[in-house]
Protein backbone atom coordinates (compact mmCIF):
# COMPACT_ATOMS: atom_id res chain seq x y z
CA UNK A 1 0.00 0.00 0.00
CA UNK A 2 1.02 3.33 -0.88
CA UNK A 3 1.81 6.20 1.77
CA UNK A 4 0.17 9.15 0.68
CA UNK A 5 1.17 12.18 2.72
CA UNK A 6 -1.49 14.27 4.32
CA UNK A 7 0.68 17.13 5.14
CA UNK A 8 2.51 19.72 2.59
CA UNK A 9 5.76 19.12 3.24
CA UNK A 10 6.94 22.61 3.29
CA UNK A 11 3.73 24.78 5.30
CA UNK A 12 2.97 21.93 6.89
CA UNK A 13 -0.56 22.53 6.06
CA UNK A 14 -3.25 19.81 6.35
CA UNK A 15 -4.32 18.25 2.91
CA UNK A 16 -0.78 16.99 1.14
CA UNK A 17 1.75 18.88 -1.07
CA UNK A 18 0.34 22.43 -2.69
CA UNK A 19 0.49 22.45 -6.07
CA UNK A 20 3.50 24.07 -7.98
CA UNK A 21 3.29 27.14 -8.13
CA UNK A 22 1.96 30.04 -11.00
CA UNK A 23 5.17 30.71 -13.04
CA UNK A 24 6.59 26.95 -12.91
CA UNK A 25 4.19 25.55 -15.39
CA UNK A 26 5.51 23.80 -17.89
CA UNK A 27 2.38 23.83 -20.07
CA UNK A 28 3.19 27.68 -20.43
CA UNK A 29 6.35 28.11 -19.55
CA UNK A 30 7.77 31.59 -21.12
CA UNK A 31 8.05 35.10 -20.05
CA UNK A 32 7.99 37.80 -22.43
CA UNK A 33 10.56 39.85 -22.60
CA UNK A 34 9.18 43.44 -21.98
CA UNK A 35 12.71 45.85 -22.83
CA UNK A 36 11.09 48.46 -20.26
CA UNK A 37 10.39 46.82 -17.02
CA UNK A 38 12.97 48.06 -15.86
CA UNK A 39 14.81 44.55 -15.69
CA UNK A 40 17.17 45.56 -19.00
CA UNK A 41 19.82 47.99 -19.51
CA UNK A 42 20.63 49.25 -22.78
CA UNK A 43 24.18 49.05 -24.58
CA UNK A 44 24.23 52.01 -27.36
CA UNK A 45 27.58 52.44 -28.50
CA UNK A 46 26.10 54.31 -31.66
CA UNK A 47 22.89 56.16 -29.86
CA UNK A 48 21.08 53.87 -32.59
CA UNK A 49 18.06 53.76 -30.05
CA UNK A 50 15.33 56.53 -30.18
CA UNK A 51 12.81 55.03 -28.09
CA UNK A 52 11.10 51.69 -27.03
CA UNK A 53 7.70 51.21 -26.14
CA UNK A 54 6.22 48.07 -25.06
CA UNK A 55 2.14 47.37 -25.81
CA UNK A 56 -0.05 44.03 -26.05
CA UNK A 57 3.70 42.06 -25.60
CA UNK A 58 4.99 43.65 -28.33
CA UNK A 59 8.26 45.50 -28.14
CA UNK A 60 8.17 48.86 -30.63
CA UNK A 61 11.84 49.93 -31.32
CA UNK A 62 12.22 53.71 -32.97
CA UNK A 63 15.83 54.02 -33.86
CA UNK A 64 17.93 56.97 -34.88
CA UNK A 65 19.96 57.12 -38.25
CA UNK A 66 22.44 54.74 -38.45
CA UNK A 67 25.15 54.53 -41.69
CA UNK A 68 25.13 51.20 -43.18
CA UNK A 69 27.98 48.32 -41.62
CA UNK A 70 28.64 45.11 -40.97
CA UNK A 71 29.22 45.86 -37.73
CA UNK A 72 25.84 46.24 -37.11
CA UNK A 73 24.90 42.65 -38.26
CA UNK A 74 24.82 40.24 -35.35
CA UNK A 75 25.69 37.11 -37.46
CA UNK A 76 28.93 37.58 -38.99
CA UNK A 77 32.77 37.31 -37.93
CA UNK A 78 33.18 41.15 -38.48
CA UNK A 79 35.62 41.98 -35.49
CA UNK A 80 33.38 44.91 -34.38
CA UNK A 81 30.41 44.50 -33.09
CA UNK A 82 28.39 47.85 -32.29
CA UNK A 83 24.92 47.59 -32.95
CA UNK A 84 22.67 48.21 -30.00
CA UNK A 85 21.76 45.17 -26.95
CA UNK A 86 19.55 45.07 -24.08
CA UNK A 87 20.72 42.77 -20.96
CA UNK A 88 20.87 41.67 -17.88
CA UNK A 89 22.33 39.00 -15.32
CA UNK A 90 20.76 35.74 -15.72
CA UNK A 91 18.74 34.61 -12.66
CA UNK A 92 17.01 31.61 -12.04
CA UNK A 93 14.75 31.61 -9.23
CA UNK A 94 16.79 34.23 -7.30
CA UNK A 95 19.93 32.45 -8.48
CA UNK A 96 22.86 34.26 -9.56
CA UNK A 97 24.08 32.07 -12.39
CA UNK A 98 27.66 31.68 -13.69
CA UNK A 99 29.36 30.49 -16.98
CA UNK A 100 29.55 26.86 -15.02
CA UNK A 101 26.20 26.31 -14.94
CA UNK A 102 24.81 24.75 -17.78
CA UNK A 103 21.66 26.10 -18.90
CA UNK A 104 18.75 24.72 -21.19
CA UNK A 105 17.23 27.99 -22.76
CA UNK A 106 14.16 28.60 -25.15
CA UNK A 107 13.25 31.83 -27.38
CA UNK A 108 10.56 31.89 -29.36
CA UNK A 109 9.95 35.20 -31.58
CA UNK A 110 8.16 36.95 -34.20
CA UNK A 111 7.86 39.93 -35.94
CA UNK A 112 5.39 42.77 -36.17
CA UNK A 113 4.95 42.39 -40.13
CA UNK A 114 2.98 45.49 -40.78
CA UNK A 115 6.13 47.36 -39.50
CA UNK A 116 9.31 46.34 -42.19
CA UNK A 117 11.04 50.21 -42.48
CA UNK A 118 14.49 48.88 -42.56
CA UNK A 119 16.57 44.99 -42.26
CA UNK A 120 16.38 44.39 -38.78
CA UNK A 121 18.76 41.57 -37.48
CA UNK A 122 17.66 39.96 -33.63
CA UNK A 123 19.75 37.80 -31.36
CA UNK A 124 17.96 36.99 -27.82
CA UNK A 125 19.62 34.60 -25.47
CA UNK A 126 23.01 34.43 -23.14
CA UNK A 127 26.26 36.12 -23.24
CA UNK A 128 29.52 36.50 -20.99
CA UNK A 129 30.13 40.24 -21.91
CA UNK A 130 27.35 42.66 -23.15
CA UNK A 131 29.18 45.64 -23.03
CA UNK A 132 32.23 45.42 -25.54
CA UNK A 133 32.07 46.43 -29.45
CA UNK A 134 34.68 43.47 -29.56
CA UNK A 135 32.88 40.80 -30.76
CA UNK A 136 34.88 37.95 -29.72
CA UNK A 137 34.71 39.12 -26.30
CA UNK A 138 30.60 38.97 -26.53
CA UNK A 139 30.88 34.85 -26.87
CA UNK A 140 26.96 35.42 -27.15
CA UNK A 141 24.48 32.28 -28.39
CA UNK A 142 20.64 32.11 -29.40
CA UNK A 143 17.56 32.88 -31.37
CA UNK A 144 18.22 34.44 -34.50
CA UNK A 145 16.07 36.18 -36.44
CA UNK A 146 15.91 38.29 -39.95
CA UNK A 147 13.68 40.52 -41.35
CA UNK A 148 13.83 42.48 -44.78
CA UNK A 149 11.43 45.25 -46.23
CA UNK A 150 9.41 42.63 -47.99
CA UNK A 151 9.21 39.13 -48.52
CA UNK A 152 9.93 36.07 -45.56
CA UNK A 153 11.32 36.58 -42.56
CA UNK A 154 14.03 33.98 -41.36
CA UNK A 155 14.62 32.35 -38.16
CA UNK A 156 17.68 30.40 -36.49
CA UNK A 157 20.31 30.01 -34.55
CA UNK A 158 23.21 32.44 -33.67
CA UNK A 159 26.78 31.68 -32.70
CA UNK A 160 28.56 35.02 -31.78
CA UNK A 161 30.01 35.29 -34.95
CA UNK A 162 28.03 32.79 -37.11
CA UNK A 163 24.23 32.51 -37.80
CA UNK A 164 22.43 29.61 -39.72
CA UNK A 165 18.49 30.93 -40.08
CA UNK A 166 15.93 28.79 -42.63
CA UNK A 167 14.66 29.25 -45.99
CA UNK A 168 13.38 32.64 -47.12
CA UNK A 169 11.74 30.93 -49.56
CA UNK A 170 9.61 29.76 -46.78
CA UNK A 171 6.30 31.44 -45.20
CA UNK A 172 7.72 31.52 -42.09
CA UNK A 173 5.89 33.05 -39.25
CA UNK A 174 7.45 32.76 -35.62
CA UNK A 175 10.46 30.64 -34.69
CA UNK A 176 11.53 28.74 -31.75
CA UNK A 177 14.92 28.30 -30.27
CA UNK A 178 16.41 25.57 -28.00
CA UNK A 179 19.48 25.55 -26.92
CA UNK A 180 22.32 24.44 -23.95
CA UNK A 181 25.22 27.51 -23.14
CA UNK A 182 27.44 26.96 -20.25
CA UNK A 183 29.69 24.13 -17.75
CA UNK A 184 32.31 26.54 -19.36
CA UNK A 185 31.28 26.06 -23.05
CA UNK A 186 29.42 27.55 -25.86
CA UNK A 187 26.88 25.24 -26.49
CA UNK A 188 24.59 23.82 -29.18
CA UNK A 189 21.05 25.05 -30.36
CA UNK A 190 18.42 24.59 -32.37
CA UNK A 191 15.40 26.42 -34.25
CA UNK A 192 12.41 25.44 -36.09
CA UNK A 193 10.34 27.96 -38.01
CA UNK A 194 6.37 27.71 -37.81
CA UNK A 195 4.23 28.77 -40.20
CA UNK A 196 0.62 31.05 -39.65
CA UNK A 197 -0.81 28.23 -38.21
CA UNK A 198 2.19 27.01 -36.24
CA UNK A 199 2.84 24.05 -38.31
CA UNK A 200 6.49 22.93 -38.79
CA UNK A 201 8.37 24.34 -41.87
CA UNK A 202 11.56 24.07 -41.50
CA UNK A 203 14.53 23.32 -38.93
CA UNK A 204 18.33 24.70 -38.81
CA UNK A 205 21.23 23.65 -36.04
CA UNK A 206 24.33 25.13 -35.16
CA UNK A 207 27.24 24.79 -33.02
CA UNK A 208 29.05 27.32 -30.67
CA UNK A 209 32.43 25.60 -30.02
CA UNK A 210 34.25 28.34 -28.13
CA UNK A 211 35.53 27.68 -24.42
CA UNK A 212 33.84 29.92 -21.67
CA UNK A 213 35.92 31.75 -19.15
CA UNK A 214 35.47 30.09 -15.31
CA UNK A 215 32.91 31.16 -12.85
CA UNK A 216 31.92 34.64 -15.45
CA UNK A 217 28.50 35.99 -14.75
CA UNK A 218 25.92 35.08 -17.72
CA UNK A 219 24.02 37.68 -18.91
CA UNK A 220 20.37 37.39 -21.20
CA UNK A 221 20.76 39.88 -24.30
CA UNK A 222 18.64 40.88 -27.16
CA UNK A 223 20.48 42.79 -29.25
CA UNK A 224 18.90 44.66 -32.27
CA UNK A 225 21.22 45.19 -35.54
CA UNK A 226 20.61 44.49 -39.34
CA UNK A 227 21.35 41.56 -41.22
CA UNK A 228 23.04 43.32 -44.31
CA UNK A 229 25.41 46.04 -44.44
CA UNK A 230 22.56 48.40 -44.95
CA UNK A 231 21.97 51.73 -43.04
CA UNK A 232 18.50 52.37 -41.18
CA UNK A 233 17.65 55.86 -41.56
CA UNK A 234 15.75 58.43 -38.64
CA UNK A 235 12.33 57.25 -37.01
CA UNK A 236 12.75 53.69 -38.73
CA UNK A 237 11.14 50.84 -36.87
CA UNK A 238 10.77 48.03 -36.03
CA UNK A 239 8.84 45.83 -33.74
CA UNK A 240 8.68 42.24 -32.17
CA UNK A 241 7.47 39.92 -29.39
CA UNK A 242 9.67 37.34 -28.01
CA UNK A 243 9.04 34.79 -24.86
CA UNK A 244 12.30 33.26 -22.92
CA UNK A 245 12.88 30.34 -20.24
CA UNK A 246 15.83 29.81 -19.07
CA UNK A 247 16.56 26.50 -17.10
CA UNK A 248 19.44 25.27 -15.11
CA UNK A 249 20.16 22.36 -17.04
CA UNK A 250 22.93 20.84 -14.53
CA UNK B 1 38.42 5.45 -47.53
CA UNK B 2 35.07 5.17 -46.32
CA UNK B 3 33.36 8.83 -46.41
CA UNK B 4 30.15 8.80 -46.18
CA UNK B 5 27.13 11.66 -45.54
CA UNK B 6 24.51 11.54 -43.27
CA UNK B 7 21.64 11.60 -45.54
CA UNK B 8 19.15 12.00 -43.11
CA UNK B 9 20.66 15.30 -41.47
CA UNK B 10 20.62 17.07 -44.79
CA UNK B 11 18.97 20.53 -44.42
CA UNK B 12 18.22 23.76 -46.59
CA UNK B 13 19.08 26.62 -44.72
CA UNK B 14 20.93 29.99 -45.48
CA UNK B 15 24.63 30.24 -43.45
CA UNK B 16 26.23 33.36 -42.67
CA UNK B 17 29.81 32.14 -40.88
CA UNK B 18 33.80 32.17 -41.80
CA UNK B 19 34.58 29.18 -44.31
CA UNK B 20 37.61 27.14 -44.80
CA UNK B 21 39.82 29.64 -45.20
CA UNK B 22 38.80 32.20 -43.11
CA UNK B 23 36.66 33.89 -45.36
CA UNK B 24 33.27 35.12 -44.73
CA UNK B 25 29.93 34.01 -46.47
CA UNK B 26 26.35 34.11 -46.43
CA UNK B 27 25.00 31.94 -48.59
CA UNK B 28 21.49 29.69 -49.00
CA UNK B 29 22.22 26.26 -49.88
CA UNK B 30 22.50 22.39 -48.41
CA UNK B 31 24.43 21.60 -45.39
CA UNK B 32 25.41 17.96 -45.83
CA UNK B 33 27.30 16.85 -43.01
CA UNK B 34 30.20 14.40 -43.93
CA UNK B 35 31.50 11.73 -41.94
CA UNK B 36 35.54 10.92 -42.34
CA UNK B 37 36.84 7.98 -40.65
CA UNK B 38 39.40 8.34 -38.14
CA UNK B 39 41.15 5.80 -39.48
CA UNK B 40 41.41 7.54 -42.79
CA UNK B 41 42.29 10.68 -41.82
CA UNK B 42 46.67 10.22 -41.51
CA UNK B 43 46.06 8.75 -44.96
CA UNK B 44 44.25 11.51 -46.39
CA UNK B 45 46.17 14.29 -44.46
CA UNK B 46 49.78 13.38 -45.23
CA UNK B 47 48.51 13.04 -49.17
CA UNK B 48 47.05 16.19 -48.89
CA UNK B 49 49.20 19.14 -50.08
CA UNK B 50 47.63 22.57 -50.22
CA UNK B 51 49.99 24.17 -52.30
CA UNK B 52 49.73 22.50 -55.20
CA UNK B 53 46.54 23.16 -57.33
CA UNK B 54 46.52 19.19 -58.28
CA UNK B 55 46.40 17.89 -54.90
CA UNK B 56 44.73 15.53 -53.34
CA UNK B 57 44.91 12.92 -56.22
CA UNK B 58 42.71 11.94 -58.78
CA UNK B 59 41.12 9.02 -56.96
CA UNK B 60 40.91 10.42 -53.64
CA UNK B 61 39.03 13.72 -55.30
CA UNK B 62 36.75 11.54 -57.44
CA UNK B 63 35.46 9.51 -54.08
CA UNK B 64 35.21 12.62 -51.82
CA UNK B 65 33.38 14.39 -54.92
CA UNK B 66 30.93 11.32 -55.65
CA UNK B 67 29.58 11.22 -51.86
CA UNK B 68 29.09 14.98 -51.96
CA UNK B 69 27.45 14.68 -55.46
CA UNK B 70 25.29 11.47 -54.54
CA UNK B 71 23.96 13.42 -50.94
CA UNK B 72 22.97 16.15 -53.14
CA UNK B 73 21.48 14.42 -55.75
CA UNK B 74 19.38 12.48 -53.09
CA UNK B 75 18.92 15.15 -51.12
CA UNK B 76 17.25 17.98 -53.88
CA UNK B 77 15.33 14.65 -55.66
CA UNK B 78 13.71 13.86 -52.59
CA UNK B 79 9.93 14.09 -52.37
Not at chain 1, 14 to 40: I, R, Y
Not at chain 2, 44 to 71: F, G, H, T, W
Amino acid sequence: MGIVPVFDPTTGASGGPAPVAGGASLFNLGTVVDLTDGSWTLYDPLSAIQSVSFSGSKNTVTFNAVSGSNNRVWATNVATADAPRWYRALSIDGNAIDSDTLISMQVSGTWDYAVRDFRPQLVVGLCLDPTTTTRANILGQGFLANLNETGNPAFGSWANTAGTVTSTGLASISGQYLGQYGARRGGYGIATALDASDLWLNYIQRVFASTLTSTATVYEIVGLGTNSSSAILLNDQTAFILTTSMIKAK
Amino acid sequence: MALHADQTAIVQCSISAPDQQGAEFTTEGFVIPLMVPLADIGSLLAAYDAANQYSPNAEDSRKIARVVMDALKAAVEAP
